[in-house]
């Protein structure tokens, strides 16, 4: 696939690098050569130094033959302009564009052929907030991800020292989980994934990934974890976009919410947008003396959002060790997160992992609807709809062991009307069946996304 990205930032970046491994044929445009200069040498690709949104620029980076646009600029404007230009000059067929301003997305009118042209729009801000979200919601997982409408879940936790599932073998999993409709689907060990079987014995400290009916989820985390009790007393440090979508979001819910933010004036803004019962606290939130004084011991979970990778780590190491239950830190570089995820800071949240997430369902060939990267990368998981017949389609009407999956893929759960269907080897996938894949490998997607393209003859 031809992809043309405008934009060498954060995003980007990500973007390049996570594409670029599938083999697939990326030009960058920025107007910052250094940045070009630095991804050029870190991935096979084309840099090209220039604005995205001109169309002498576009024409150069050969928009005429590109098929996927992708425009992350670090300016909306340019970003609406230039999926406008490749829609309008070079017929690009699909367009995707980062927005982060949210007035955008509640006007569908400016996406359309008669607006910016956007087939699908990005706001990292909105991903990563549901994101967290869902880990407020789970306080003993360090990830969480929903397919198929949020019927099925997909919760990474790490294995307790008195958990039930502690030095058990998986093949044990049904005596331990009774009437729950789960499966685990990995183990990770040390960093590394295990591609575990049935003999491979649980140990303490290990992350296990399972796939579970949502309405089970939490109680299949209890066993992998002491259960916690539920998280409703929640601190935030930082006011920007992330933490007032938060913020609102948690208060309509119920949530006692206190968000810390060190510029007047934005305390100012935020006390008028945010809900009454929402406390705004003028500060810093690495002031020992003012997490004292509003009681940070008492917070069942603290979440460092500032924009400052540094700032996000020394708060919530000091929340952690002044009582804070929980703590949770967005942390831009990966090299950080890798470091601290785990240690004191409880789960280290990549804005370009959740980013990235939200994109690749895009990307992704076949009738793919969700796609989501679990723990670091190491393992990706995609929901796609079974069409056609056993005539048309290389998976409808066959058995789960009759499918030619690569080496380690596991389908995890099948969401089948109003059933969700923890299959084995014997189960018959069905036309119009979400079929929720593992892949342990990106370089395996492009066998995954062809068993569920269908013949041209089911058209």
């Known amino acids: 696939m031809k992809i043309l990205i405008v934009g060498a930032g954060r995003v980007g970046i990500s973007v390049a690098e996570n594409l670029v491994s599938e083999h697939n044929d990326i030009t960058v445009i920025d107007t910052d050569a250094r940045n070009l200069l630095a991804l050029q040498e870190r991935c096979d690709l084309r840099g090209l130094h220039g604005d995205g949104s001109r169309v002498s620029v576009l024409r150069e980076a050969g928009a005429e033959d590109t098929d996927l646009f992708i425009a992350c600029a670090a300016s909306d404007a340019v970003n609406l302009v230039a999926c406008r230009i490749a829609r309008?000059?070079?017929?690009?067929?699909?367009?995707?564009?980062?927005?982060?301003?949210?007035?955008?997305?509640?006007?569908?009118?400016?996406?359309?052929?008669?607006?910016?042209?956007?087939?699908?729009?990005?706001?990292?801000?909105?991903?990563?907030?549901?994101?967290?979200?869902?880990?407020?919601?789970?306080?003993?997982?360090?990830q969480v991800v929903e397919f198929a409408g949020g019927r099925v879940s997909v919760v990474a936790a790490r294995v307790g020292r008195s958990s039930a599932m502690a030095n058990q073998a998986l093949g044990a999993l049904p005596d331990l989980w009774p009437d729950v409709s789960a499966r685990i689907v990995d183990v990770v060990r040390d960093g590394r994934p295990l591609q575990a079987g049935d003999g491979t014995v649980i140990q303490p400290g290990d992350e296990v990934i399972f796939v579970a009916d949502t309405r089970h989820a939490r109680r299949a985390v209890r066993q992998l974890?002491?259960?916690?009790?539920?998280?409703?007393?929640?601190?935030?440090?930082?006011?920007?976009?992330?933490?007032?979508?938060?913020?609102?979001?948690?208060?309509?819910e119920n949530y006692s919410v206190r968000i810390i933010e060190h510029d007047a004036a934005r305390c100012r803004y935020l006390a008028e947008k945010l809900p009454s019962n929402?406390?705004?606290l003028h500060g810093n939130a690495t002031d020992e003396g003012l997490l004292e004084r509003e009681n940070i011991e008492d917070m069942d979970t603290w979440l460092a959002l500032t924009s400052d990778d540094e700032d996000n780590i020394m708060s919530s190491l000091l929340a952690k060790r002044l009582g804070a239950r929980r703590v949770i830190a967005l942390i831009n570089r990966q090299a950080y997160g890798e470091l601290?995820?785990?240690s004191h800071i409880d789960v280290a949240v990549s804005p370009s992992h959740a980013t990235m997430s939200e994109l690749l369902r895009h990307v992704r060939r076949g009738d793919v609807v969700a796609v989501h990267r679990l723990r670091q990368g190491l393992v990706e998981a995609l929901e796609a709809?079974?069409?056609?017949?056993?005539?048309?389609?290389?998976?409808?009407?066959?058995?789960?062991?009759?499918?030619?999956l690569p080496k380690g893929a596991i389908i995890g759960a099948l969401a089948r009307a109003d059933e969700i269907i923890i299959p084995d080897g014997e189960t018959v996938i069905e036309q119009d069946d979400h079929v929720i894949v593992f892949v342990p490998s990106r370089n395996q997607m492009a066998r995954v996304e062809k068993l569920f393209q269908v013949s041209a003859s089911f058209f």
């Open 385 to 404: 709809v079974a069409h056609g017949d056993r005539r048309t389609s290389r998976v409808v009407g066959r058995r789960v062991n009759e499918l030619r």
């Open 225 to 252: 974890r002491d259960a916690e009790k539920t998280a409703r007393r929640i601190m935030i440090a930082g006011g920007g976009n992330i933490g007032l979508r938060l913020a609102t979001e948690l208060a309509q």
């Open 278 to 280: 929402v406390l705004v």
């Open 340 to 342: 601290m995820q785990g």
């Open 88 to 142: 309008q000059v070079f017929n690009i067929p699909r367009r995707i564009a980062r927005i982060r301003a949210s007035d955008v997305a509640e006007h569908p009118e400016l996406m359309g052929d008669d607006g910016f042209c956007i087939d699908a729009l990005i706001s990292p801000e909105r991903s990563v907030t549901t994101y967290l979200h869902s880990l407020i919601e789970f306080p003993e997982a360090l």
